[in-house]
Each structure stands twice: as C-alpha cells, then as structure tokens.
C-alpha cells in the first residue's frame, strides 16, 4: 500500500515536472504556428534573403564575398576566390551546420581547410554545385555564398579550440527566454550542431554565466577534448549579444524563433535566425522551458491556452 | 486581431469536427437501422481456392481430358476460374445438374499440363427432418431415376433386401426413423476402409467394409428400397494443402429437399463449410485418353476473405454501398484497387499516431503506408525485406558514386536504376526458387522506389548512416502497423461497407492535428527533466 502511494505521489510529481516542458507538438501548434506566419518562413530559411533584412536594420553579420546559383558562375570560381584569403562556404537554405566548408588560407595552388584538409579547385566546384543542386537543402535547388571568416574571441578559443562555438538564443515575443553556446567536439567533426555530438554549455540569461554542460546526453562539466572546466564562465560581450539577438528579432515578423550569434574579438556577430529551434536547449539548461514561456505571456496571452 | 481570427478559426475547427464525426455516425446508423445492413458482413468469411492440377505424357496421339467442375448454387459460390491449358483447348458444357470441362488436343508430344484453378466460398448447412413424415407412396415423374436399381446401386439384390429388413424392421417407418438406422448403420457397422478403387453396394455390404464410394452406394440403395429417392454427390473436402483424394457423399429426397448425409465422417442431415459438390449421380471425376500417364492433383488454400456482397442483396437506397461501388466498377476500376485507395487514409493515421504522440520518425507520411499496400502482393515479411534492401542498395550505391565524384542527379539516376536492376532481379530468383511471393517484389511502385532511395541516399549524406539506421528501424515497425491496420479483413469490411467512416479519419487527425500532449518518444528525451528532481529549477 505504501509503496503504491510512493508510486502516486512520484507519479504526480512527474506529471507536474512534465507540464514545465515545452514539447515538439506545443512548440508547432502554439509557437511556431501561432508566431510566425508561414509565409515570412522562407526569411529563415535563405540565409541570403535572411542578411538582406537584418543588415539593413543594423544587425551586424559576415560580409557576403559572393553568391552562385548556376554552374556557369563557377567557371571563374578560382579569379573569384583569388581575392579573399579566408572565407566559409554555405548553402544559403542549409541546416545542422552541414555543406559548411571553412577555409583559412592557401596552400600552394589550392585551399586550406580549418581542418587542416586540402581543398583543390575541383573539389570546391564540386561542393558548390553540390550546393546548387540541394544536396544539403531537401529542396530542388539552392545558392551557395562565400562570406568572410568569423575569427572567434580569444576566450571563446579556449572554451571551444576544436571550432566556431555559436550561442543559441530563443526568442519569444522579442525577448530571450533560454540560452546556450554549443561547442564543437571530435565527435561532432568540427560542427556546432548537438545531434552530432557538440557540447552544449547552458547560459545565465540574466548574467551570460555558464552553468550546465551536457555532451552526448550526459551532464559534463568539462569539454570532452581539451578537458577544460566550461562551467561558472561569463561569455564576452554578454549584454551585446543579448542586444544584438533583440534587435535582430525585432528586425523580423517572426516571433518565436532561435538566433545563433558567434563572438569574435571586436564584438558578437549574428550568423542565422531558426524559425523552427531545437527543444534540446531544454536538456542543456535542465530545465523545462514552458514554464518560462507561459510566465512571459501570461498577460495579453495569444497562447490560445 | 490576433485572437479575433484565432476565435474564428477555432469556431470553424469545431464546427468541422463535428460534422466529420456526426455526419458518417448518422449515415452509418441510417445504414444499420433502416436499410438494414448485416453487421454479420463485417466478419471475413473463409474461402478457398482450389487449383486443379493435371498432366499428361503425349507420344503423338490426340488427348481427351474430361472432369466436372462446381456449380453456384444456393450453399456454395464459385467465383474467379482461371484455365491455363497449354496445347489443350477447353471446353465447358453444363446440364440442369453438373458442369462439364473437356480439354482436347491432337498430336501430344511430351508432358503436358492443365491447372484450373477457382474459389469456393460455402455454407454449413443442418436439416431437420420432421419425426412424423411417413414415406411417400409416389413421387413426381422427374424423381423416378433416383428410385431405380443401377449397376453399382444393386438395390433389389435379395442380399441388400434382407440386410435392409435387419435394419429397418418396421412394416411403415417414417423417413426420419429409416435414414437414421441407415446412417447409424453405415456409420457405426461398417467399417471406413482408406481405399480409393470402386467398390459397389453389394460388395461393401459383403465385405462389411468400404470406402466413401461403397457406403455411399450402399445407402442410395437402401434408401431407393424403401421408395426414398436418393443420389451420389461427387466432391471435394476443402483442407489447406495438396491432395488426389475426393468424396462421395448422398442426398436424400425428404420433403422437397435434397438433404445430405456422409458416413464416413458422420455428417447426418448436414454438410460442413469446407465440402465441395462437384457433381451429381454415379459418375467417374476424371476421364482420359487412355496410356497417357494421366496425374492430377488438388492444391487447396485456404483464405478468409471480407465479404461486401453481403451488403448486394439489399436496397437500391443510393447509400447503399454496392450501388456507389457500381460506379467504379463501370470504368474499369477493381475492387481490389478501391481497397488499396480506403485503406490508404488507415494507414496515414496509423503513422499520425506514430508520430505525432509516440514521437517516431518515418521516411515520409505516406510512405509508411504506401509500403505496406505494396506489401499486399508479396505478404508483410518480404514487404519489409524488399524496403531494406532498397535502403540497403541506396546507401552502398551512393556511397561508391560519391568515391567517383559525380554530379547530384546523375547520381540520384544510378541509383534508381540499380534499385531497378536489383527488384528485378530478385523477381527473377524468386520465379527460379519458387518464391512467388518474392516475385511480386516488382510491383513495388516504382515511384514509391524512387521517392524511397532518394530521401535515404540524401538523408545519408546529410545526417549519417545511425540516423538512417534509426529512421529505417522505426520506418519498419510503422509499416508493419499499417499493414495490419491496412490488411486486417475487419477494417476492409468495415471501410467498404460504410465509406463514410473515412471522415472519421478525417476528425481523427483533425483531433490529433490540435494534440499537444508530450511524445512518448519525448518522456524518454526529457526523462531527466521529468523524473529526477535534481535537474529542476524552480518555476519561473
């Protein structure tokens, strides 16, 4: 009898604990859905057109070097790329980090991955037409960009020295309501991307400390390569990167999205906006983020609940 | 403004749902109260299809093949026969009693075969003999060949006679009491004998003994002594598997009705669901040229099968079904396709749920479901063996073309072609190995092929190989719950009798569309958050 009411008792607790977190079909139907309107989607999904858009409300991104939407184009790839000496490659409606190749210099008559892998001219015309053709999109056709190489701050460096460590915000009626940096491991090869394997380190929104880190679906508090502690850190820039999310969410008619911001020595710079954002944030911060969404919006409430 | 259009979209995602729910409720209930609609048609009934198999060895004379094949009548229905004679031409004749078939050919050369195959669907039928009926003294004209003696029916044989006197005693016995001493006597004093020769009534009433033929001779002789007609019925006991062995039974003249009784088996005044009558009076199942090696052989399968014609026999209301599918059958549509369109939304749903609130993820919505419809032909296992494979040549194929270097669709094109090849082949393998099941591989939809190797091959590249091994996984165990939704003959029954219930689908999903209740899936990702104390804040 009494290990039956322990049952009920852990079994109401559960239930109360479950309703703190925000699930996949919650966040369609009464985020996604309700926030942002299907046709400002594509806004999101083309980087291009998503650059258009903030830059020009004085959000500040990677400067676009080029574009290519046909294959002609790439008949002067090499006179192209000639002026640039760092750049990254990406499709402009890709996702996860993937069809992303970085480039950091020359080597002889080709190009330097960050890596350290050697691109020739024939690997990188045939990456971008991979690009062209929607191999990284799902989708019949793409463009890729070439845009200049963010250089991380120095501290970010030591906290992620195996990539470009981004920090994700969620938004929700222009306000941030959870965040985290995710950081490239071995096992993610190099991406910032958790499914893969990146280290997710949860951040403070009030204060831009680290408090949580989670790799692999396990809680961590040190990164899984260097072994260095990456928890009880403030991020550089703290308040601008909190500033530069809000503006670019004002920016756009999009209302429940994920900003992704790198920090690089003179200050953050916005790389993408995701208009459907992963609910792993959840896991990374342990905490359930309907709670904090429901708290945002009850008054004046469009929840619909 | 926000909420004003909110209010009014929620106003009509009510006011939709109800109909979809209200509207077929009431249609089907229309069906079952007032045209009166069988709910017994929902049950599949059994069915079996019976192949006849035959086979010469010709040396150049002209062959003859002759046997009887099965009536419709009011117990059993014959339906979808199929001749496949090779050289032999066929024949079909049929009298006021049996039908005929006979195969001819001239010059016969080598062995040569005949397969005829039909389904049966039949009914258990029990008669009830009233006590008090006394023997007729005189019949109508059209009885009298059932009253007389015939070459193996020797009824006025003074040995019969006697032997019937022993058995039925009385002076006037009424019918009920002279058949049951017949059978009893028959069934429970003779012995069955597991001998298919000819044997005649004298001579199993000699012997004490018989097979089927014998006893069956002996009661049409008894019974036609006592003034009762009777007859010989030729057929077939319906069991799964292969066999050469037929039956023979009688039928009795009892009030007019021709009712039937088995002495070997015991059936009195009854006859079950799985005995076949192929033909009436003392006659011979096969005839053939003679030296021609003659073999045959019955291969019997059993099937249940949904039932809509049940729903045939009733009212010309235009809701009744069978009018409604009588448009489709008009253009040339089968019933069978219809059955892959109804069942198609089932499926959907089945992968709804399985998205939606368990919280798998499949290649597709309707893939799941296309799948398994195209795993009718080929049976549930090679249906998911033919899609692993699919996946399985996608990958390996893709992965040696990205070594080559090629550009995307050339690619995308290879690949669809060697999974071409491959289905091909595998049908060519299973015809050679006599798989047949494996040789409906080809009816895979070419475009569910297509689709299938696509999105893996892309997946592949973008996610991994475990992420395609996960989504692959669950992708099989959602097909094989579609296919037992899809194929589960109560649900067949139930869509074709009452089509309307695919609005119910509709408010299924319209249901499941504004569900945002947590994933199973979900309670497993966030089970720390959920169960563990420790890792939760407090609320903000």
């Not at chain 1, 046909?70 to 790329?81: G, K, N, Q, V």
């Not at chain 1, 820039?237 to 670019?248: C, D, G, N, Q, T």
């Not at chain 2, 005044?269 to 053939?288: C, M, Q, R, S």
Request: with cysteine; charged share 20%; hydrophobic share 45%.
């Amino acid at each position: 009898m009494k290990s039956l009411r322990t049952f009920f008792a852990r079994w109401d607790d559960a239930r109360e604990r479950a309703a703190t977190v925000l699930s996949m079909n919650r966040r369609n139907l009464h985020y996604i859905y309700t926030r942002n309107q299907r046709e400002h989607f594509p806004l999101a999904d083309d980087k291009m057109l998503a650059k258009e858009v903030l830059v020009a409300a004085g959000v500040r991104m990677p400067e676009t070097y080029r574009a290519y939407s046909y294959f002609f184009e790439l008949r002067h790839l090499e006179h192209d790329l000639d002026a640039y000496h760092d750049f990254v490659i990406k499709p402009a409606q890709g996702s996860g980090g993937n069809g992303i190749i970085v480039i950091v210099g020359r080597s002889g008559r080709d190009w330097l991955g960050i890596s350290g892998k050697i691109y020739t001219l024939y690997d990188l015309q045939k990456h971008i037409s991979d690009i062209i053709f929607g191999v990284f999109s799902f989708d019949l056709g793409d463009r890729a960009i070439i845009e200049s190489r963010i250089v991380q701050h120095p501290e970010m460096q030591e906290l992620s020295p195996l990539g470009l460590a981004d920090v994700r915000i969620i938004m929700c009626d222009d306000r941030p309501v959870m965040s985290m940096t995710r950081i490239p491991t071995r096992q993610s090869d190099g991406k910032a991307n958790l499914h893969q394997g990146a280290l997710g380190v949860a951040i403070d929104i009030a204060s831009g400390i680290t408090t949580h880190g989670r790799f692999l679906g396990e809680s961590v508090e040190r990164h899984p390569d260097s072994g260095i502690n990456v928890i009880g850190r403030t991020l550089p820039f703290w308040p601008e990167i909190v500033e530069l999310a809000k503006r670019a969410a004002r920016a756009v008619p999009l209302k429940y999205l994920g900003v992704d911001i790198s920090i690089s020595p003179d200050g953050p710079q916005l790389l993408e906006i995701n208009v459907r954002p992963g609910l792993e944030i959840q896991n990374v911060n342990e905490r359930g983020m309907l709670s904090i969404l429901q708290a945002m919006t009850m008054k004046g409430s469009v929840d619909g609940e | 403004m926000i909420n004003k259009s909110g209010n009014a979209r929620r106003g009509v995602y009510i006011l939709v749902l109800a109909v979809m729910v209200l509207l077929p409720m009431s249609v089907t209930a229309y069906k079952l109260y007032v045209l009166d609609y069988p709910l017994a048609g929902l049950i599949p009934a059994s069915s079996y299809k019976v192949e006849v198999s035959m086979q010469v060895d010709g040396h150049g004379e002209d062959i003859d093949i002759h046997t009887y094949l099965p009536k419709t009548d009011s117990r059993q229905s014959v339906d979808s026969e199929q001749n496949s004679s090779g050289v032999f031409t066929a024949e079909l004749k049929s009298d006021q009693l049996n039908r005929e078939a006979l195969w001819k050919a001239e010059n016969v050369r080598g062995t040569q075969s005949i397969l005829y195959a039909y389904e049966v669907r039949a009914r258990h039928v029990r008669y009830k003999i009233p006590a008090d009926m006394t023997i007729p003294d005189s019949y109508p004209a059209s009885l009298a060949l059932y009253l007389v003696a015939e070459p193996g029916v020797q009824k006025d044989d003074p040995q019969i006679e006697a032997a019937l006197r022993g058995i039925v005693p009385m002076e006037k016995p009424t019918i009920l009491d002279a058949v049951t001493r017949i059978h009893r006597h028959l069934q429970d004093n003779l012995a069955n004998r597991d001998f298919s020769g000819y044997t005649d009534a004298l001579t199993a009433l000699k012997l004490g003994e018989a097979s089927c033929n014998g006893k069956s001779r002996l009661f049409v002789a008894f019974a036609r002594k006592l003034n009762i007609p009777a007859r010989l019925v030729g057929g077939l006991i319906m069991q799964q598997g292969s066999k050469r062995t037929s039956h023979q039974w009688v039928e009795v003249y009892i009030n007019g009705h021709w009712v039937p009784f088995d002495t070997i088996n015991d059936h009195f005044a009854e006859i079950p669901a799985n005995f076949l009558t192929l033909y009436y009076g003392d006659l011979v199942l096969f005839k053939h040229t003679a030296n021609v090696n003659f073999q045959y052989f019955f291969k019997i399968t059993k099937q249940l099968v949904t039932q809509p014609d049940v729903q045939s026999a009733l009212s010309q209301s235009v809701l009744n079904v069978t009018n409604f599918y009588a448009f489709f059958d008009r253009v040339g549509i089968s019933q069978n396709l219809l059955k892959i369109l109804l069942m198609l939304p089932l499926g959907a749903l089945v992968t709804v749920v399985f998205r939606n609130v368990v919280g798998f993820e499949t290649f597709g919505t309707f893939l799941p479901a296309l799948i398994a419809s195209a795993a009718r032909d080929t049976g549930l296992m090679w249906g998911l063996v033919g899609f692993l494979a699919i996946i399985l040549i996608s990958a390996i194929v893709r992965r040696a073309l990205d070594w080559l270097q090629l550009l995307h669709s050339p690619k995308m094109a290879i690949m669809l072609t060697t999974v071409v090849i491959v289905m091909m082949a595998i049908t060519v393998g299973g015809v050679k190995i006599g798989l047949f099941e494996l040789a409906h591989m080809t009816l895979f939809p070419i475009a569910i092929l297509a689709i299938t190797a696509e999105r893996v091959a892309l997946m592949e590249a973008e996610q991994g190989a475990m992420k395609v091994a996960r989504i692959t996984f669950m992708t099989l165990i959602v097909i094989a719950a579609c296919y037992a939704v899809m194929e589960s003959l109560f649900m067949q029954s139930l869509i074709l009798a009452f089509p309307e219930l695919l609005l119910v689908v509709i408010a299924l999903n319209l249901w499941l569309g504004k569900w945002i209740g947590i994933r199973v899936l979900e309670f497993v990702r966030f089970r720390r958050l959920i169960l563990d104390p420790q890792g939760m804040g407090s609320k903000a």
